[in-house]
């Protein structure tokens, strides 16, 4: 039932045999099946296709099982969706914040605690503290009266990751929060998203094409191409035959610092994301 309590709950995802459709019938996740840990960092990988934001929103309840189950802290998806997103604080690929509507950050930030909330909808000096906090962490604070539209991509890529950051609920669940970001943007979405994970334990799920830029913080990650290619720590998944495997044979490891990094030539897009 949808009035248990299972934050505390020791797994954040448990995925059993899982299969998801296309709508033109192909499948796009086919007997997946995998549990991670609460309290985790998890980067969910795979090339282009791979069924990465289709396995995302079908934890959101965005998406149906044709086959199998998938629980989020021991909430079913198919089931207890409305559960499930009262938990998440979520960041799709594409926000689709209409550039013409004259919003500053101020207000794409404090949704974050707004959009939970019971109308009428008003930000107390709570919310704002929380808000000013979450851009602080992005390195955008001074941006706080700015008008939205005008900033850059790089810069509106934080304000998005600032506005989850800014929220409340157990799991932070980001795709492609990177996605047409600066190099420097980048850095301080990651070093956001690490400190914020270090002092929270808050879960964070982070889709992504690419984990050389988070692959230092990051604790589980999830390679998928369709299925379960791999899941364990970054640098048991950092395996050349594996990679070769799901990205192709143009795929390599490079080795820097003690430290591996994959080389691929992969867009990430899936077929749902569009």
């Known amino acids: ?10 797994h954040l995802i448990e995925a059993e045999s899982l299969s998801v459709k296309y709508p033109n019938g192909e499948l796009a996740l086919e007997d997946v ?23 995302v929103k079908t934890m959101l309840g965005l998406l149906k ?19 499930i997103r009262r938990l998440v604080r979520y960041v799709p690929q594409r926000d689709h914040i209409q550039h013409n509507v004259p919003m500053k950050v101020k207000d794409i930030v404090l949704m974050g605690r707004l959009l939970k909330k019971s109308p009428p909808r008003f930000a107390s000096d709570k919310d704002v503290d929380y808000a000013r906090d979450a851009l602080r962490r992005v390195d955008l604070e001074e941006l ?17 990751v600032a506005r989850a950051l ?4 157990p799991i932070l669940m980001l795709d492609e929060p990177m996605s047409g970001a600066d190099h420097d ?23 992504t094409h690419d984990l050389n830029p988070i692959h230092i ?4 990650v999830l390679m998928l191409n369709r299925t379960v290619m791999g899941i364990g720590h970054p640098c048991e998944i ?7 495997q799901v990205y192709g044979p143009t795929a390599y490891i490079v080795e820097l610092d003690g430290h591996k990094y994959c080389i691929t030539h992969d867009s990430g897009i899936d077929d749902h994301d569009r």
């Not at 802290?73 to 969706?81: F, P, Q, S, V, W």
């Not at 009266?145 to 998005?160: A, K």
């Not at 690490?194 to 002092?199: L, N, R």
């Open 144 to 160: 706080w009266n700015q008008p939205f539209p005008e900033l850059s991509g790089g810069q509106r890529q934080r304000v998005l």
């Open 33 to 55: 099946t995998f549990t991670t840990d609460a309290s985790t960092f998890l980067a969910i990988i795979g090339p282009n296709g791979s069924g990465k934001t289709t396995l």
């Open 166 to 169: 800014a929220g409340e609920g």
């Open 217 to 220: 913080v990051v604790k589980d």
């Open 185 to 207: 943007s980048q850095v301080r979405i990651v070093d956001a998203l690490h400190e914020y994970h270090e002092e929270s334990q808050a879960n964070i799920i982070m889709v």
């Open 238 to 244: 950092m395996d050349t035959e594996l990679v070769k």
């Open 1 to 10: 039932m949808e009035g248990k309590h299972l934050t505390n709950h020791p």
């Open 65 to 83: 099982p044709c086959s199998g189950s998938i629980k989020v802290l021991g909430y079913d998806a198919k089931r207890e969706y409305n559960a």
